[in-house]
């Protein structure tokens, strides 16, 4: 550094700087300046105005140091002091150490020693480190995230391996974008004729004959979102096998990605085959009866038990009739069953008489499920053998009612001691006829006509029991 053609460090003495400036040189070039003998007593004072944050400390004038030091910095500033004393020291030193002050606040400083023109007095400027400490304090923390991150992600990554090899079905997943092969399980490589290192991140098209990528790609991806297609048949280019791919589209990072189950043809049909067996034997030997009808209830199918129960001689005997026919309350029976397994999806344990084609009846249950567009599958199981076990006096529930709850049966047992017999059988009546009413009302969706000629009673006889039950206005009439 040149000032006016002189060098101005190295002239023989000092460099021209006077006391004023000299002062304000050490107070800037340092965040805290200490002046202080030999012994460790505080000379002098001075922190930066450029870093208000370690506020005025005035109080340590002629003051131990060592009363403003952590006690694991006191054998670096006693090592210090005891070579000055001994004037061993010929070098300038640096030490780190911690200060305290009024007890609560601690922050670290580095300072350098040096000496002055008094043997007895010491110059110490020190570097404020607390901006060093804390970005070190926000590394280690996130150190420590991006361990446990990992962590993390070897566990899933763990997880994820266990189920790709532990599933017998192939899957592969793909990139939509690039079309690439992101991984996939041994399943896959055997069933592609490839090895699981060599197939991953080559182009999925490729393992299959006559297949464009943007095409194939896009039609992988239509399939996905079509329930009623769901799948793409391909040729394995390798094996030269069918093969059915059943993708399943989902996002990863912002990323497509396609996750493709893929069967051989063969596998699939054969297992859609040996259900359609089963289900015919079931339909052909089952032990209920089994009806399929359209929307309306008309009779498009049914199998030998229903015969068998109707007194039928063959199909075409029942076949193109209402199925309301057969049973014993007619069309009342068939547009409750319709109209609850219509909104619900399915109808469970309904009760009623079944007439054969000669009169006779029997007692079913019956169970309805919607079968879509096509209309109904009805199952009826003869019930009438439990009527032989049955105490006397009792009957089938007529549409299967719900139990006595447990309020009402104990209000009944509470009159048990405080009432006569007679009136004790009077409350349990009403307590089953109400749930009767509530039944036969909630079955026919509030149709009172259709509950009257369920529970067997007039239209009348329904209004006077619904007016005594309360129940006459909780719904509007349905009829």
Same mark, same amino acid.
């Given at each position: 550094?040149?000032?006016?053609?002189?060098?101005?460090?190295?002239?023989?003495?000092?460099?021209?700087?006077?006391?004023?400036?000299?002062?304000?040189?050490?107070?800037?070039?340092?965040?805290?300046?200490?002046?202080?003998?030999?012994? /460790?007593?505080?000379?002098?004072?001075?922190?930066?105005?450029?870093?208000?944050?370690?506020?005025?400390?005035?109080?340590?004038?002629?003051?131990?140091?060592?009363?403003?030091?952590?006690?694991?910095?006191?054998?670096?500033?006693?090592?210090?002091?005891?070579?000055?004393?001994?004037?061993?020291?010929?070098?300038?030193?640096?030490?780190?150490?911690?200060?305290?002050?009024?007890?609560?606040?601690?922050?670290?400083?580095?300072?350098?020693?040096?000496?002055?023109?008094?043997?007895?007095?010491?110059?110490?400027?020190?570097?404020?480190?607390?901006?060093?400490?804390?970005?070190?304090?926000?590394? =280690?923390?996130?150190?420590?995230?991006?361990?446990?991150?990992?962590?993390?992600?070897?566990?899933?990554?763990?997880?994820?391996?266990?189920?790709?090899?532990?599933?017998?079905?192939?899957? =592969?997943?793909?990139? =939509?974008?690039?079309?690439?092969?992101?991984?996939?399980?041994?399943?896959?490589?055997?069933?592609? /004729?490839?090895?699981?290192?060599?197939?991953?991140?080559?182009?999925?098209?490729?393992?299959?004959?006559?297949?464009?990528?943007?095409?194939?790609?896009?039609?992988?991806?239509?399939?996905?979102?079509?329930?009623?297609?769901?799948?793409?048949?391909?040729?394995?280019?390798?094996?030269?096998?069918?093969?059915?791919?059943?993708?399943?589209?989902?996002?990863?990072?912002?990323?497509?990605?396609?996750?493709?189950?893929?069967?051989?043809?063969?596998?699939?049909?054969?297992?859609?085959?040996?259900?359609?067996?089963?289900?015919?034997?079931?339909?052909?030997?089952?032990?209920?009866?089994?009806?399929?009808?359209?929307?309306?209830?008309?009779?498009?199918?049914?199998?030998?038990?229903?015969?068998?129960?109707?007194?039928?001689?063959?199909?075409?005997?029942?076949?193109?009739?209402?199925?309301?026919?057969?049973?014993?309350?007619?069309?009342?029976?068939?547009?409750?069953?319709?109209?609850?397994?219509?909104?619900?999806?399915?109808?469970?344990?309904?009760?009623?008489?079944?007439?054969?084609?000669?009169?006779?009846?029997?007692? =079913?249950?019956?169970?309805?499920?919607?079968?879509?567009?096509?209309?109904?599958?009805?199952?009826?199981?003869?019930?009438?053998?439990?009527?032989?076990?049955?105490?006397?006096?009792?009957?089938?529930?007529?549409?299967?009612?719900?139990?006595?709850?447990?309020?009402?049966?104990?209000?009944?047992?509470?009159?048990?001691?405080?009432?006569?017999?007679?009136?004790?059988?009077?409350?349990?009546?009403?307590?089953?006829?109400?749930?009767?009413?509530?039944?036969?009302?909630?079955?026919?969706?509030?149709?009172?006509?259709?509950?009257?000629?369920?529970?067997?009673?007039?239209?009348?006889?329904?209004?006077?029991?619904?007016?005594?039950?309360?129940?006459?206005?909780?719904?509007?009439?349905?009829?």
């Amino acid at each position: 550094m040149n000032t006016r053609g002189s060098d101005f460090w190295d002239q023989p003495s000092a460099p021209p700087i006077g006391p004023e400036q000299f002062n304000e040189i050490v107070t800037t070039a340092a965040d805290l300046a200490i002046v202080l003998d030999t012994e /460790g007593t505080v000379k002098s004072v001075i922190t930066n105005p450029l870093n208000p944050t370690l506020g005025r400390l005035d109080h340590w004038k002629d003051r131990d140091i060592r009363e403003f030091m952590a006690e694991d910095s006191l054998a670096k500033l006693e090592t210090q002091l005891e070579a000055y004393r001994e004037g061993h020291k010929a070098k300038v030193d640096a030490i780190e150490v911690n200060h305290y002050d009024n007890a609560n606040w601690e922050f670290p400083i580095r300072y350098t020693l040096h000496k002055t023109g008094n043997p007895d007095i010491i110059l110490m400027l020190g570097r404020d480190l607390r901006p060093i400490a804390e970005l070190q304090h926000r590394l =280690v923390k996130a150190q420590l995230a991006l361990e446990k991150d990992y962590e993390t992600h070897r566990d899933y990554e763990t997880r994820y391996r266990v189920i790709m090899e532990a599933s017998r079905d192939a899957f =592969v997943l793909v990139d =939509v974008a690039s079309g690439r092969v992101l991984d996939l399980n041994t399943s896959a490589a055997q069933l592609l /004729g490839g090895e699981t290192d060599a197939l991953a991140g080559s182009a999925f098209t490729q393992e299959f004959e006559g297949r464009r990528r943007g095409e194939f790609i896009e039609g992988l991806v239509i399939a996905a979102g079509d329930e009623a297609l769901g799948h793409v048949s391909v040729r394995s280019r390798r094996t030269k096998k069918d093969v059915v791919i059943h993708p399943v589209v989902f996002r990863a990072a912002g990323d497509k990605i396609l996750l493709c189950r893929i069967e051989a043809s063969e596998t699939a049909e054969a297992m859609a085959a040996d259900l359609s067996r089963t289900l015919s034997a079931l339909y052909r030997e089952g032990p209920d009866a089994i009806v399929f009808t359209d929307s309306h209830g008309i009779i498009r199918s049914a199998n030998d038990a229903f015969l068998s129960l109707t007194d039928a001689g063959q199909l075409s005997d029942v076949k193109g009739k209402s199925l309301g026919d057969f049973l014993a309350r007619g069309s009342v029976d068939l547009k409750v069953l319709i109209d609850n397994a219509g909104r619900n999806g399915k109808m469970r344990l309904y009760s009623t008489r079944l007439e054969g084609a000669f009169g006779s009846q029997l007692t =079913v249950e019956l169970s309805a499920t919607l079968m879509g567009s096509s209309g109904f599958a009805f199952v009826l199981r003869d019930t009438s053998r439990l009527e032989v076990i049955r105490e006397p006096g009792t009957a089938p529930p007529a549409a299967g009612p719900a139990p006595m709850s447990d309020d009402a049966m104990r209000n009944v047992m509470d009159l048990v001691g405080s009432a006569p017999l007679k009136d004790i059988v009077s409350a349990t009546t009403d307590v089953v006829e109400k749930m009767c009413i509530e039944t036969a009302v909630e079955l026919t969706n509030n149709n009172r006509v259709a509950a009257a000629e369920m529970l067997g009673l007039s239209r009348q006889s329904l209004y006077v029991k619904l007016r005594k039950y309360g129940l006459l206005n909780k719904n509007d009439p349905g009829e």
